[in-house]
């Protein structure tokens, strides 16, 4: 790529074709050794994963083979499918390959392929692909399900994955591996190229890349280290917040950070906190810099119109979260500011790549923590980069629900035996230990809809020819799943725009329920007023009032702690010489701490209790700082109140947080060992789950996937409460009729990995045995003091609770106390 330079070192390119070598001579560029190592693994026909730096020259690496292919025997037909997890990632590598294209002379076309491509345009790739197709998982998927794909496929000479650690450990990349499989049945020569700079297990990541997770066919590289990071974490004049996400004290200062440089992306970690962040820069903005908004949620028009912009250096800066953190390639950025912690190495590393994206050039970040807690985290996280020591992702077995999509897809495709898709689908490294069971119920399940549901005919979707062979049962059933497929579940949406204008983007339909006629709230970087609902669309105006709006919130959007991160702050209050580098709040705050209690030690697990408040409102409290994650947090709270509930302590609720968890409750604990007991975990976490609306949801989110609701109608859309209910309804007659049907166990198994994050619990819970260092407490502690105010910022039906917590003044400086 144009910005993507190695270091100018003397050494021979004659490994290059002589177009190629000139070309690199004429940019003052010498090809790095693991770009030439991919040449050569082309050429040898082999499968490859490349793990290099950010601005190292990766994706001109993926690319070169192709190329040169191209360059030296000119053909017809799709050559390479480069497969991106971002919209805009496909849009910038397209816009990027045009200069060595251009340059060279190449006899070949580049396109993109994604939801936002014109359906003319897709209609045209099917007849005529181009040489180099740049798309997405789904987009694939789909490609893949016409019954023209083993024409339009069979020409494919490699497939490249690039930020393949974003995709491998989801559904997603449940989904690309199966579609791997197919493409390697109807291209059998065809390449697979993997590309990443933030792979920990590299092992790992290779079998997940290769076919039946044979690790020995794909050629692992590596590239060297270039500059060094430079990473400073913003110590603002203001006072530091004790909680809270938006670091809105600190914003003058990034102001004046962006004032300071040419262009910088301003990354923040969920889609409600980039519209705030927005609109408080732009209130700074005296100087009318140029200053854009960008999050998945805005239209494609204006997500293109920004991208676009940023490319011609045209912005001085723009808010953005995950949407544009993989891989972007805009070499006038100079600075990357992130707001609020970064909640994994892995991911930090991968943001403040954006800026100066050249091998022989630092990054340069700004980390701008939001609260106290998040000035450690920001700390470990500063290190964790400098050591290299990214996060660790754990790479899980395919899903049965992502399994029953993709059946259903071939079968739209043209038709299949079952042995040979059964054969076909355990190419896949996530599925090559499925069970010829698991096969037969997930086909029966697309077939008919399992014993309790055959009798329904909208659910008999594919039936078995005289062959043998299973094809759908009318165009219908090929046209919904095309509408539908895909396996990211998001909130039920609407569209916002104006009632004679352009669409701006999409707000979920649960805040959109809550607004009334004459409502100001702020989105896609305006102020507007909201009028009304019409069928799918919120129809909107542009707000006159200068009330403070209403944001729109997205569920989902919240970013774990990764265990790495979270060992690493355990670790900071044992280094108490670390301390000098927080601000003199933050110092004066662990100090208060170890005064009035004690700080949380790496291994064991602190627990604090305290009472607050006296009479009818006077409430017990525990706090224990675990530090495992707000996923795990959030069960270990549901462990702790029923385990309460049990000791007749009267629990009335929790709160959990990346660090802490707080209950409350009527009655004290006296001795926390039994309610963080590892005994019977699974029992009790599998007896709340049956009982609670987890299941329900999780049982939601896989029936969706698997194509037995569906969302997306010729002409319309089901609203969220329709969903719901179809979701509800199912779900009640098959835990009645058949208990052991396919997509319960599917919704069971997503409930306790993905929702509950049990693994992770249980290894905290076996790590803290016998090592809970409980200190009952008078008053409130002042490491306690930002998850007792997250407790109040929520909806509190109590109101003596309420009372307690709303006096943030009051609470502090009982906290802070020295008496």
Known sequence: MPRERGLKRQRSVSPLPAAFGRWFDSRGWVPHDYQLQMIEAARRGRHALLVAPTGGGKTLAGFLPSLMDLSEAPRDGLHTVYVSPLKALAVDIARNLETPVCELDLPLSCETRTGDTPSAKRARQRRRPPHLLLTTPESLSLMLSYTDAARVFASTKCIIVDELHAFAPSKRGQLLALALARLQRLAPGCRRVG???????????????????????????????????????????????????????????????????????????????????????WRLNDDNLEIALHHGSLGPEQRRKVEAAMAAGRLRAVVCTSSLDLGIDWGDVDLVVQIGAPKGASRLLQRIGRANHRLDQPSEALLVPANRFEYLECHVARDAV?????????????????????????????????????????????????????????????????????????????????????????????????????????????????????????VEESFALGLVPGDTFAFAGRLLAFQGIEQTSVIVTAAKSKAEPRVPMYAGGRLPLTTNLADRVRRLFDRPDRWTEFPEAVREWLHLQALRSVLPGPEGLLV??????GGRN??????????????????????????????????????????????????????????????????????????????????????????????????????????????????????????????????????????????????????????????????????????????????????????????????????????
């Not at 297990?201 to 290769?210: C, G, I, M, P, S």
């Not at 809809?449 to 329904?456: E, K, V």
Request: charged residues 25%; glycine residues 6%.
């Open 608 to 613: 604090e209790t305290f009472p607050r408040g």
């Open 386 to 506: 400098a050591e290299r020591d990214l996060d660790s992702e754990t790479l899980g077995r395919g899903a049965l629900d992502v399994l029953a999509q993709h059946v259903l897809g071939m079968a739209c495709s043209s038709p299949f035996h079952p042995d040979e898709l059964y054969d076909e689908v355990r190419e896949a490294w996530c599925y090559n230990d499925l069970s010829r069971s698991d096969f037969d119920d997930t086909l029966r399940f697309v077939e008919s809809g399992g014993y309790a549901l055959s009798n329904y005919s909208r659910y008999r979707r594919i039936e078995p020819g005289e062959d043998g062979r299973y094809h759908p049962t009318s165009r219908r059933v090929s046209r919904q799943y095309r509408m539908n497929a895909g396996t990211i579940v998001s909130a039920p949406t609407l569209s916002v725009r104006f009632r004679r204008g352009r669409r701006l983007g999409e």
């Open 195 to 281: 590309l990443s700079a933030t792979i920990r297990d590299e092992e790992a990541f290779r079998r997940w890349l290769a076919p039946r997770g044979n690790s020995s066919l794909v050629d692992l590289f590596k590239g060297t280290g270039g500059a060094e990071p430079r990473i400073d974490i913003l110590a603002p004049n203001a006072h530091v917040p004790w909680s809270g996400h938006m670091a809105r004290h600190a914003l003058p200062e990034v102001y004046q950070a962006i004032k300071a440089r040419r262009t910088t992306l301003v990354f923040v970690n969920t889609r409600s906190i980039a519209e705030r962040v927005f609109q408080d820069l």
């Open 618 to 819: 006077l409430k017990q409290f525990l706090v224990a700082y675990c530090y495992e994650g707000r996923n795990a947090h959030q069960t270990l709270g549901m462990l702790l109140t029923r385990r309460m509930e049990k000791q007749g302590l009267a629990p009335l609720g929790f709160v959990a947080t990346d660090y802490v968890v707080a209950v409350w409750s009527v009655k004290p604990v006296t001795n926390p060992d039994p309610l963080f007991s590892i005994d019977i975990l699974e029992d009790e976490l599998m007896e709340w789950i049956g009982e609670s609306t987890l299941i329900k949801r999780s049982f939601y989110n896989v029936a969706e996937i698997a194509g037995l609701i569906e969302r997306r109608h010729p002409g319309f859309e089901k609203t969220g409460r329709q969903m719901t209910f179809s979701s509800d309804t199912v779900y009640n007659v098959l835990r009645q009729y058949e208990p052991d049907h396919l997509l319960l166990r599917a919704a069971w198994a997503d409930a306790k990995g993905q929702l509950t994050d049990l693994d992770r619990l249980a290894a905290f819970l076996n790590r803290i045995a016998g090592r809970i260092d409980f200190h009952p407490l008078d008053r409130v502690s002042p490491l306690a003091v930002p998850a007792l105010l997250s407790i109040g910022r929520e909806q509190v039906a109590d109101e003596g609770l309420e009372a307690l917590l709303m006096d943030d003044d009051g609470l502090i400086e009982e906290a802070m106390r020295i008496d």
